[in-house]
């Protein structure tokens, strides 16, 4: 991961967007749009180090894939759902900002469901 070139773009769209907000709002927001897709994109190579890592340390551990692939989806949707609330609140929509956070609050909820059960099971069966 490069920072000086996350921070580049991010800095250079800020200005941009800053300037264009007030004669242009729509294209302040599409600059914004792209910058961010575009540090995504640049991320890309070491989010798919970081997953290899939590794969060896899960094998390490003898762990179920299963809760990797929750976790990965997990933080996948918290990551998604900020990017788009984010979005949403730079184009002036507040309110659907927060409508997005709280579908993504809804799906992680239902995701973390099986690990929740799988966790009360466990404890359940220490009990005497």
């Known amino acids: 991961m490069h920072i000086v070139q996350i921070i580049g773009i ?3 769209a800020t200005v ?3 300037l264009l907000r007030q004669q242009m709002p729509s294209f302040a927001t599409l600059v914004s749009l792209f910058a ?3 540090i995504l ?3 890309v190579r070491s989010i798919s180090t970081a997953l290899g890592t939590f794969q060896q340390l899960t094998a390490a551990a003898n762990m ?3 809760f990797l692939q929750t976790l990965i989806r997990i933080l996948g949707i ?3 759902v900020e990017f788009a609330a984010d979005v949403a609140r730079d184009a002036g929509e507040t309110a659907l900002g927060g409508r997005i956070e ?3 609050k809804i799906g992680i909820v239902l995701l973390a469901l099986p ?3 799988d966790v009360l099971d466990v404890i359940v069966h220490m009990i005497p």
């Open 10 to 12: 991010g800095m250079t």
């Open 16 to 18: 941009l967007a800053t």
């Open 36 to 38: 961010g897709v575009l």
């Open 41 to 43: 994109l640049l991320l």
């Open 64 to 66: 179920s894939p299963m």
């Open 78 to 80: 918290a990551y998604v």
């Open 102 to 104: 709280l579908a993504g």
């Open 115 to 117: 690990i929740f059960k």
